[in-house]
Every structure is written in structure tokens, then in C-alpha cells.
């Protein structure tokens, strides 16, 4: 494991640290200036490893509210309870 790297084991763990959750509205307003010329990277509880999306694009909201990204090759669903933090370059 990477020594900058801190793992939350579990959810009662990442409850205990008083981490503060966004909504996923909350997390689509953060991302909302992602218009596939900027990268992301996103760290989730209980991984090790952080999830690098190059050239991000913020997928329009649609019924099933969940937030996506997509780098025009794939689609990535994010769910905003278990992010971390997030690095926007």
C-alpha cells in the first residue's frame, strides 16, 4: 500500500472519522465544469487504488440520478457515499 494512502476499512469506520458524505447532487455540482478537456481522479472507501478518468466528461442527468463520467470510451458510474476524496486537474 502506498504510504500516502489511508484505507477506511469499513462503512462504521468511515462513520467514526466523521467524514462529512456528499449527495449525489452535491457531488454533480462538483463536477459540473467536467467538459472533456480536465482529468479526475477519485478515491472510494474500502479501495486501495484511486480511479484516474482522463479527458472526464459529466454525463447529463438522467431518471436513475446516478452521476456518470465517460472519457468517449467508457461510462463510469460513481456513487457519491463512498467517494473519499476527488482530484480534479
Request: contains cysteine.
Amino acid at each position: 500500500m502506498k504510504p500516502w494512502l489511508k484505507r477506511f476499512d469499513d462503512f462504521e469506520t468511515y462513520n467514526q472519522k466523521q467524514c462529512v458524505r456528499m449527495t449525489h447532487d452535491q457531488l454533480r455540482k462538483a463536477l459540473g465544469e467536467l467538459n472533456g478537456e480536465r482529468n479526475i481522479r477519485f478515491m472510494f472507501v474500502d479501495c486501495v487504488e484511486a480511479l484516474h478518468v482522463s479527458n472526464a466528461l459529466l454525463v447529463p442527468k438522467e431518471v436513475d440520478r446516478i452521476v456518470k463520467l465517460t472519457d468517449g470510451r467508457k461510462e463510469y458510474l460513481i456513487d457519491a457515499d463512498r467517494v473519499l476524496w476527488v482530484e480534479i486537474g
